[in-house]
């Protein structure tokens, strides 16, 4: 693995640094409008869709300089694009499995965020263990008819399709009757219902009702009841393609951190002159810099046109516990000031990283930490699966009676 930019990676960094001087917005982007408005300038730059094929809009860029395009938006305190379960799970699945009218359908679309997109798996029964999920769809002709409830689902309230995963052989074995479909949010029959956070936020996740939902058979992604095998495409890339964002997110928190410690004033100096401080962050900074380098490992492996496999649940499981970690020594640090949401004076609040364009979201986003240990498999599911697929472990039904057998 080489840890150093090529020439071509440093010019091509100098390139973005470049337009992010020049284009990036100089007010918070609040409206949808204006959220649009920059995803398409970031997406015209060539910034979005990196990776995905030229044909359906892509730009075919290597895993090399989608790194740097992260890394250069972090550190200019970029705001991100929109369409983030369109990019991450959608596109990728329907390159892989879908039919060459499908990715003419909707790639670009995904791209252009001219329609967003939602992700249709847990159920309240089935999070973690997603194969026991219970939402049928039972075949009428050329049609599916969907009913059943989907939760948790993020940008449901806003998303125009989605990727649901659907029984559709109620007498297979749990993970064989499974189908992956793209469904019309605005089909009648779906009902999108709000959940709201702790935090107050109704907007980020919802349930979703089907009752009688008509879904071609066109839509269906892959063959009948290989829904299982198409599952893992998305669920792959949102556990290993998350870890570059979760970086340049983590640098840009960090980087605030440090200006908020010397101007947090403790005993009379600064807050950063104290030991115990310094030793706190020269913490977040080592794990975040092996955090950064086991990325970088994995794009190298990207880079060799290796696929990502189970090693994906190494990346996720790193970053989620680096994360939470991370965002407790950062509220620890900041006493009082890491635990209010309003009202903080504008010197401690932490004004990145947040869509809205909102301050003082400190505990926001330590919260979150503690749902990236959940979403996308927990971190006990990412154990099972690096023991058993990746160290060839026993299974962990088959390791507790051999526990109980010794």
């Given at each position: 693995?080489?840890?150093?930019?090529?020439?071509?990676?440093?010019?091509?960094?100098?390139?973005?640094?470049?337009?992010?001087?020049?284009?990036?917005?100089?007010?918070?982007?609040?409206?949808?409008?204006?959220?649009?408005?920059?995803?398409?300038?970031?997406?015209?730059?060539?910034?979005?869709?990196?990776?995905?094929?030229?044909?359906?809009?892509?730009?075919?860029?290597?895993?090399?300089?989608?790194?740097?395009?992260?890394?250069?938006?972090a550190r200019h305190n970029a705001p991100p694009?929109?369409?983030?379960?369109?990019?991450?799970?959608?596109?990728?699945?329907?390159?892989?499995?879908?039919?060459?009218?499908?990715?003419?359908?909707?790639?670009?679309?995904?791209?252009?965020?001219?329609?967003?997109?939602?992700?249709?798996?847990?159920?309240?029964?089935?999070?973690?263990?997603?194969?026991?999920?219970?939402?049928?769809?039972?075949?009428?002709?050329?049609?599916?008819?969907?009913?059943?409830?989907?939760?948790?689902?993020?940008?449901?309230?806003e998303a125009d399709w989605g990727l649901l995963?659907?029984?559709?052989?109620?007498?297979?074995?749990?993970?064989?009757?499974?189908?992956?479909?793209?469904?019309?949010?605005?089909?009648?029959?779906?009902?999108?219902?709000?959940?709201?956070?702790?935090?107050?936020?109704?907007?980020?996740?919802?349930?979703?009702?089907?009752?009688?939902?008509?879904?071609?058979?066109?839509?269906?992604?892959?063959?009948?009841?290989?829904?299982?095998?198409?599952?893992?495409?998305?669920?792959?890339?949102?556990?290993?393609?998350?870890?570059?964002?979760?970086?340049?997110?983590?640098?840009?928190?960090?980087?605030?951190?440090?200006?908020?410690?010397?101007?947090?004033?403790?005993?009379?100096?600064?807050?950063?002159?104290?030991?115990?401080?310094?030793?706190?962050?020269?913490?977040?900074?080592?794990?975040?810099?092996?955090?950064?380098?086991?990325?970088?490992?994995?794009?190298?492996?990207?880079?060799?046109?290796?696929?990502?496999?189970?090693?994906?649940?190494?990346?996720?499981?790193?970053?989620?516990?680096?994360?939470?970690?991370?965002?407790?020594?950062?509220?620890?640090?900041?006493?009082?000031?890491?635990?209010?949401?309003?009202?903080?004076?504008?010197?401690?609040?932490?004004?990145?990283?947040?869509?809205?364009?909102?301050?003082?979201?400190?505990?926001?986003?330590?919260?979150?930490?503690?749902?990236?240990?959940?979403?996308?498999?927990?971190?006990?599911?990412?154990?099972?699966?690096?023991?058993?697929?990746?160290?060839?472990?026993?299974?962990?039904?088959?390791?507790?009676?051999?526990?109980?057998?010794?």
């Amino acid at each position: 693995m080489d840890l150093q930019y090529s020439s071509e990676d440093l010019a091509f960094q100098d390139e973005v640094r470049r337009w992010l001087r020049e284009h990036l917005p100089r007010e918070p982007q609040r409206t949808p409008g204006a959220k649009k408005q920059w995803h398409r300038a970031l997406y015209d730059a060539g910034f979005v869709g990196m990776g995905w094929p030229r044909e359906y809009g892509g730009w075919e860029r290597r895993p090399m300089e989608q790194a740097i395009v992260a890394e250069e938006m972090a550190r200019h305190n970029a705001p991100p694009p929109m369409n983030y379960m369109g990019i991450a799970t959608a596109g990728p699945t329907i390159i892989h499995h879908g039919t060459r009218a499908q990715k003419r359908r909707f790639l670009r679309n995904i791209l252009t965020a001219d329609e967003l997109w939602c992700q249709l798996f847990s159920e309240p029964n089935a999070g973690s263990d997603l194969a026991s999920l219970q939402c049928r769809a039972d075949i009428d002709g050329d049609t599916f008819v969907v009913n059943g409830q989907k939760i948790w689902t993020s940008s449901a309230n806003e998303a125009d399709w989605g990727l649901l995963l659907a029984r559709t052989d109620r007498a297979a074995r749990k993970h064989a009757g499974i189908s992956a479909m793209l469904v019309d949010m605005r089909s009648p029959g779906i009902d999108v219902r709000a959940l709201k956070q702790i935090t107050g936020v109704e907007e980020e996740f919802a349930e979703v009702f089907f009752t009688n939902v008509v879904v071609p058979v066109e839509n269906l992604v892959g063959e009948l009841n290989t829904g299982w095998q198409v599952a893992q495409t998305p669920l792959i890339y949102e556990r290993g393609a998350e870890t570059m964002l979760v970086v340049g997110r983590l640098q840009q928190q960090f980087s605030r951190l440090l200006d908020v410690t010397t101007a947090l004033r403790r005993d009379g100096a600064s807050a950063i002159e104290h030991p115990a401080t310094r030793q706190k962050l020269g913490s977040i900074a080592a794990e975040l810099e092996v955090l950064r380098y086991a990325s970088l490992r994995t794009l190298s492996r990207i880079e060799k046109g290796e696929h990502p496999g189970p090693e994906a649940s190494i990346a996720k499981l790193h970053w989620t516990e680096l994360d939470k970690r991370a965002q407790e020594l950062m509220v620890e640090i900041l006493g009082p000031y890491g635990q209010q949401v309003t009202g903080i004076p504008s010197q401690y609040a932490l004004d990145v990283g947040n869509e809205s364009g909102d301050r003082g979201d400190w505990p926001y986003f330590l919260g979150w930490a503690y749902a990236g240990t959940i979403y996308a498999g927990s971190s006990q599911i990412q154990r099972n699966i690096i023991g058993e697929r990746v160290l060839g472990l026993p299974k962990e039904a088959r390791a507790d009676r051999l526990a109980q057998q010794s």
